[in-house]
């Protein structure tokens, strides 16, 4: 996209814009089209002070008018509210003087402070000591703001634990190894101690030291401190993380820190004498993993415990470029072995000619490192396409250039430093799927082939407007050489802003749906959604309703559904059963009502939570009936300090019986493992047993056996994902002589992909060997070799039928209700399900007996459910909702340290929604400040899973990196979010990290935004700055950016939407000798952006490490920093 900033101080402009010409602004436009008739304009006026005084978003409603946002400071000049934005007719991009204050909004918004409000301590530091929010249930004074103190420790306040650290060294290799042999208490007025207390009055506390380490952060779960403490050794080095659970058991044991606490329940880190850490132990897992490193600082080598048990390796190798060439497992023996044969060499693989085979694929790279590893999993091409493609690159695609590896073609724009193909192997066999990516002259993704591995495709073709909005995708899709092609067509059309309007679908020659077509209010929120309209009417006309803070409160409406299916109301502050549950100000749900047209029942839960945010009561009523609260389907939960599930008792209604005890179970724990469940209620229902019989794991921490549900065996492959499952039922095979265990088989790809499951069982009187077979191809879903279906943005269509099927969801994903036209044209109820708050469907498992699409099976969270399991199939783990927890160790649990890695969202089910098995997205967040730490390139993260995986920084399981800058994440709080990200060479970083700072501004208009990167993550960070001016950034701290010299592109000018911008660079030029890195930055307006470039003699690889407590400082100090204006 084009970017065009006009500077006016006071002069005469041309008539093609109207700005006011007695005033001081800067004119931000983003052209939207070639001609730059479709666009974006923002004006920023500024009073004599240079002050931002109004910003103006021109045009940018759904009706043509302007966005008006006032700016006012206080008697010191400060800027303690924060107005929200307000439509007006344009005049075009003129300043509107009627606008000066918060008196229009409040008129707009029906309220009496439509403005966040800052309370600032009276002193030089402007610290601020209460955040008000917009609407009077969050008014400042009234007794529902967010509360800062700003103190320091007291006697007796904080444990301080002392470590001994000593050197274990072989030869030249060498890691610290630490202990804790005593545990006292920091002397009072050594240490920071802040305060936030959320709007209902629950604080936490955060202590950190001079170094601005954090060393404690603790909340209470009503009755006691939940403390989570962060301890370092003798060299700054964070070497243990006690959660919760471990300091209670620490305390009951006269505050000594036994070896069994450490190893069942906390986080323990070992590094080598250049500080990069080698070693960890997570909780749950049963020894060490361990990593190696090559002479660039680059983890050449990974391994878990059930890797290590088996004396195998993951193995990643790198090009000169630091990006991931290919994949595999080696055969190895300890770490200190490895990394002495390792050493100090660089291992660095380039492309050739003739290449080398492994695992039947021709690899077009060299192999002279570490070459007699035994399995090759991933293959990845750069800049070139590999010479074994099965198709020739096309010259365009859908009417646009597509560019190729030669210079000599489309002005010399070439495919250097883009992904080019991945290749992944099958872990179960040795057949692959190869992908090809295309890219138009701007180097965007227009074109994608994946042959899978039964023989056949999916391909698909995208037109993208100027802007890179897709207008029109077409995806062709074959199972296998022989089978029939499927066609899909999808038309999407926009408004003047670049919101969707409607989206058009079309499967091979049916006739065109328009799936969905989208009405916006003028502050951009979608307020309308008509889906299933082909040529008249359409099946449902959505209604959403939102508060002032812009929280979804309403779909459709309860008391009249005037003819549609599904409507909901969620109540945050103002349940109409306060006396069953408290109103909630800091953004979780108090209650919630539903009701489907196929009975017309109103229902209703009122949620109860602990002072740690987890649901302890879901109370069930029917608010329209003779006795509205009955109890029918209650759930209520105790938890240990770490969040484990300690007892839940769960309600079921039983036609002619009432109300009855479905699950009263007691969980029983050695650390975060579950041992057994004991289920007293004496009725069979939601969890399938009374025995409580012993569950097992393996040294990964994952269950290997849960005889309660009738698995007697469960294996998993090297990502941890289960492969095969044996059941304690047995079917007669065809030979009519053998039995054998009915079970159920997985395949995967190695990048963790569901290929196929096969369910072999007995049926029929004979009992007689029967097989399912699901097939997962891109999307399309097969069962028993048929095509079933293939999801859309609003459902799923139903190849069986021929029908389109279209669904109700609530906030978390549950789907609540599916629905299709029938042969009259009017909307038919497909199927309604009803959901316990942890996810169990009302009756423990999801029915589809009436349904015309009964091999559908997605349900909570919209998430596949497995019926031979009950389990909710995540991406990386599954769940089970009747006993409310994962049984996989959660790959993310470095960063969610305060509770149980087997924990489900952090047990906060109603509002917070589990993101691929790996961490919950809350809906609606309080969080007031976004820090984005985006880390340097190791190769492009799966699609839509940036913030999830970084493979060669971390161990196989799709962890987050938190080596260098990734430190900044312990800044996570109450207050402050942080997001750590993996960077690309493509969009889809930027594109994540884009949606998330969308999100965020539409809770939290003005607080602070700070982006740290490294590399190439640091590269993202600069690009994404320029191509979205509209974005305010607070501070960007960059180290070492790599700016690709071979591209010509330029992208370390800083614009002037970023206030403070800092860089730490390599002062000795470069990585490798590439010219990559090495580089000082500068501002595009100096008057806007005030820039530091530090010179520093650190390699590219590590001075993410060596300065990384550099910017975790410049970020506290910056979010410590008044905000006095913004300009």
Partial sequence: MKKIQLLGVLFTVSAAYAQSTSENYILSKTCLSGDCIKKTETVTYFDGLGRAKQIIEVKATATGKDLVTPITYDAYGRQTKDILPVPANSLNAAIHTGIINENTANSYYGVANAYAEKEIENSPLDKVLQQAHPGDAWKMGGGHTAQYKYQVNGS????????????????????????????????????????????????????????????????????????????????????????????????????????????????QYRYDGKGRQVEKRLPGRGDWESVVYDGADRPILSQDVNLKNKGQWLLS??????????????????????????????????????????????????????????????????????????????????????????????????????????????????????????????????????????????????????????????????????????????????????????????????????????????????????????????????????????????????????????????????????????????????????????????????????????????????????????????????????????????????????????????????????????????????????????????SNGNMTSQIDKGMLQIDYNYLNLPNYIKFDQEYESHDGVTTHFVNTKYFYKADGTKLTKIHTYGSGRSNMETTDVTDYLNGFQYTNNELSFAPTSEGYFDFKKNTYIYQYKDLVGNIRLAYYKGTGGSPVVDRTTHFYPFGLEFGGELNTFNSITSDYSYSSQGQEKQRETGWSSYRWRNYDSALGRFFNVDPLSEKYSTWSPYAFSGNRVVDARELEGLEPLEINKTTRNLIIVNQGYVGNPLKGATQAQNHA???????????????????????????????????????????????????????????????????????????????????????????????????????????????????????????IGGEDIEAKDPSKTKILNVPVNASHTQIDNKYKYNAYNAVVKELNKPDKKKD
């Fill in 156 to 267: 007796g306040e904080i444990k301080k634990f002392t470590t001994n650290t000593a050197t274990n060294t072989v030869g030249t290799i060498s890691n610290t190894v630490s202990s804790i042999p005593t545990v006292g208490f920091y002397n009072p007025g050594v240490l920071y101690k802040n305060t936030v207390t959320d709007e209902d009055g629950t604080p936490v506390i955060q202590f950190t030291n001079g170094r601005g380490q954090v060393l404690l952060i603790r909340r209470t779960d009503g009755t006691q401190n939940v403390d989570t403490y962060y301890v370092y050794n003798e060299y700054g080095q964070q070497v243990f993380v006690i959660p919760p659970k471990a300091v209670q058991q620490i305390e009951q044991n006269n505050n000594t820190v036994t070896q069994n606490i450490l190893e069942t329940l906390c986080y």
């Fill in 317 to 698: 190798k790198y090009d000169r470029l630091n990006r991931i060439v290919y994949t595999g497992i080696l055969s190895g023996g300890s770490r200190i072995d490895m990394q002495s044969q390792i050493g100090d060499q660089i291992i660095n693989e380039e492309t050739i000619v003739g290449g080398f085979t492994k695992n039947g694929q021709l690899v077009y790279y060299t192999n002279n490192f570490l070459q007699n590893f035994s399995t090759i999993l991933t293959v990845n091409y750069y800049d070139f396409y590999p010479r074994d493609q099965k198709e020739p690159i096309p010259s365009k695609i859908l009417d646009q250039f597509v560019i190729t590896s030669s210079k000599s073609l489309n002005g010399g724009i070439n495919t250097l430093t883009l992904p080019t193909a991945t290749y992944v192997k099958n872990i179960e066999d040795d057949s692959w799927t190869k992908t090809y990516f295309y890219y138009d002259t701007k180097g965007r993704k227009i074109g994608e082939r994946s042959w899978n591995h039964l023989g056949g495709y999916t391909k698909t073709e995208s037109k993208l407007d100027f802007s890179g909005k897709p207008l029109e995708t077409y995806t062709y899709h074959l199972k296998s050489l022989g089978s029939t092609i499927v066609t899909i067509k999808e038309t999407l059309i926009y408004d003047g802003q670049n919101r969707l309007l409607k989206h058009y679908h079309q499967v091979n020659t049916q006739p065109e749906e328009l799936l969905a077509e989208n009405t916006y209010n003028d502050v951009g929120q979608l307020i309308n959604k008509k889906t299933g309209n082909t040529t008249g009417t359409p099946l449902e006309s959505i209604d959403y309703n939102y508060n002032i803070r812009g929280w979804l409160t309403r779909v459709n409406d309860l008391t009249n559904l005037n003819g549609k299916l599904f409507a909901y109301e969620i109540k945050y502050q103002n349940p109409f059963y306060s006396n069953v549950s408290a109103g909630k100000y800091n953004g979780n749900i108090a209650e919630m009502d539903w009701i489907s047209a196929d009975n017309g029942k109103l229902r209703r839960y009122n949620y109860q939570y602990d002072s740690l945010e987890r649901l302890k009561n879901g109370i069930y009523s029917e608010p329209n009936t003779t006795v509205p609260q009955n109890n029918y389907y209650n759930e209520t939960l105790s938890y240990d300090l770490n969040g484990n599930i300690l007892n839940l008792k769960r309600n079921r209604f039983i036609e002619n019986l009432g109300v009855e005890l479905m699950d009263n179970l007691n969980y029983i724990y050695t650390g975060n493992r579950l041992n057994k469940v004991d289920d007293i209620s004496g009725n069979y229902g939601g969890y399938p047993s009374f025995s409580g019989n012993p569950i097992t794991y393996d």
């Fill in 953 to 1075: 920084k971390t161990n196989k399981d799709g962890g987050i990196d938190y080596d260098g800058i990734g430190v900044i994440n312990n800044l996570n709080s109450a207050k402050n979010q942080v997001g750590v990200f993996a960077s690309s060479s493509g969009k889809e970083t930027k594109a994540d990290i884009l949606s998330s700072i969308t999100a965020f501004r539409k809770q939290s208009p003005n607080g602070k935004l700070i982006m740290v990167g490294h590399s190439m993550g640091a590269d993202n960070l600069v690009e994404l700055a320029n191509e979205n001016p509209n974005i305010k950034i607070d501070l960007l701290f960059t180290l070492d950016i790599a700016d690709d010299p071979t591209k010509g592109f330029d992208d370390d000018k800083i614009p002037s939407n970023v206030k403070t911008a800092i860089n730490y660079y390599n002062k000795n030029d470069g990585f490798m000798g590439m010219g």
